[in-house]
């Protein structure tokens, strides 16, 4: 059998692909809180058991959101080849976020239409799990002889950190050589695009302090809302726009992500609004705000926190009273896998035989599992590529192509075969 065999048998399984994709949408694993796991878990897990797979299920135990109420369970397959060789891993998360209101269809029905599959999680990023499960199945169907070893897993949380699932693994050696040799992560970035990495983010937690007083006579208290005003104030005149002068050569993907960022993600001050009527008259003495920065390449984390941290200090230098409190939430570095990687070389070779075209190389606005693959795990071969639109990703009636969900998996398949064969020719 050549390699053009397999890229035909997986054109043959079309129709088995959608139902797969279908059949994973109707397990609603909306996170939060983290619903369905184990049984999204199962689902892959015994698909693949049936195909001479070893399967383990992993439950992260002790990470955020994991309660015996919210499990956070993992399921890791692994089929072995008939000689030594490197291990390919395709790696896809069964989290998905809410459905959310505005939907035609049931965000959960699966539904079949018009060469497209809707429902939450089609694009991201169940249709990229169906595709890696049929592109293996075809593979090791007509090349039973393969040396080393294929690996598929679906992991818990992406959608809130990965802390529940990649990261967790990375942890207990999931990820790292000589278990793991090449990694790829089915994220929707467009069937022809290969994704090196992503910008690096940094939440942090912004209290400003005060006084409180009488609303009547403000001049008693001191106004920690005022406060946070003046520190909303200087992001807005200084901080914004010296970061959207700063430019990256990485290839960050829409071009206006190719600058750091700074989004206000919540503010907070004084009472709170969960009541009925009115509130009482009274100066706040707390406001809170939450900060997510993005950053390049070229920045050092270092210096993303002192610009925040030397504007603060300016301000109660300036402001009577001033007093503030930052806190880390968390943070991740920017990452970017080399193009002449070999996984990326073996991709980019799919996308010119499956598509006849080049591949372009992107880079994510936000991060994905890819940060715990490299960070934890030390392995640096890792690279997002699946079907699917991003931009229709957490939307009303979300759908991936079926199309695209072949093309993706013959990528994968002429993948396997060049990382583990060492050819890729037919």
């Known amino acids: 059998m050549s390699i053009r065999d397999v890229l035909q048998a997986v054109q043959d399984r079309r129709d088995e692909l ?65 000689r030594p060789g490197p291990c390919v891993h395709f790696n896809s998360h069964i989290d998905v976020v809410e459905a959310g209101a505005g939907w035609t269809r049931d965000p959960f029905g699966g539904q079949i239409e018009d060469g497209k599959v809707y429902g939450r999680g089609a694009c991201d990023m169940k249709g990229g799990l169906a595709a890696s499960i049929i592109a293996a199945e075809a593979f090791i169907d007509l090349m039973p002889g393969f040396p080393g070893a294929i690996e598929i897993s679906g992991t818990a949380d992406e959608e809130s950190g990965g802390y529940g699932g990649v990261a967790y693994l ?36 912004i209290e400003t302090k005060g006084r409180i007083a009488h609303g009547s006579m403000p001049f008693l208290g001191d106004c920690a809302v005022r406060h946070m005003g003046a520190v909303l104030n200087a992001f807005e005149c200084e901080l914004i726009p010296a970061l ?71 301000l109660a230098g300036e ?17 970017m896998t080399d193009r002449e990687a070999p996984v990326v070389q073996a991709v980019a070779g799919g996308i010119r035989e499956v598509m006849g075209r080049e591949p372009s190389y ?14 934890i795990g030390r392995l640096k071969d890792c690279i997002a590529y699946g079907p699917g639109i991003l931009d229709l990703a957490h939307q009303p009636d ?16 002429r993948a396997l075969h060049e990382l583990l064969e060492g050819g890729g020719k037919a």
């Open 18 to 82: 959608a139902a797969l994709t279908a059949d994973l949408i109707r397990i609603p694993t909306v996170n939060p809180p983290g619903e369905n796991y184990l049984d999204c878990a199962e689902f892959v897990g015994e698909r693949l058991r049936r195909r001479g797979f070893d399967i383990a299920y992993v439950r992260a135990e002790g990470t955020p959101g994991d309660s015996d109420r919210y499990p956070r369970w993992n399921v890791v397959a692994r089929k072995e080849g008939a």
């Open 170 to 205: 990375a942890g207990k050696g999931f990820f790292s050589k000589p278990r793991v040799d090449h990694v790829i992560i089915p994220e929707p970035l467009n069937k022809d695009c290969i994704c090196l990495g992503h910008r690096g983010v940094w939440w942090a937690k």
């Open 244 to 314: 959207a002068a700063r430019r990256t050569a990485m290839p960050v993907i829409p071009p206006g992500a190719r600058s750091s960022t700074l989004n206000i993600n919540s503010i907070h001050g004084g009472q709170g609004e969960d009541y009925d009527g009115l509130p009482s008259p009274c100066v706040p003495d707390s406001a809170r705000m939450v900060i997510d920065r993005r950053f390049l390449m070229e920045e050092r984390i270092e210096d993303v926190k002192a610009e925040v941290v030397g504007i603060l200090d300016r």
């Open 319 to 335: 402001r009577k009273d001033f007093s503030y409190a930052i806190e880390d939430l968390f943070e991740v570095q920017p990452t």
């Open 362 to 375: 992107v880079v994510s606005p936000g991060t994905y599992d890819q940060k715990h693959v490299d960070r």
């Open 398 to 413: 979300e759908y991936v192509g079926i199309d695209d969900m072949v093309d993706s998996a013959r990528v994968m398949a």
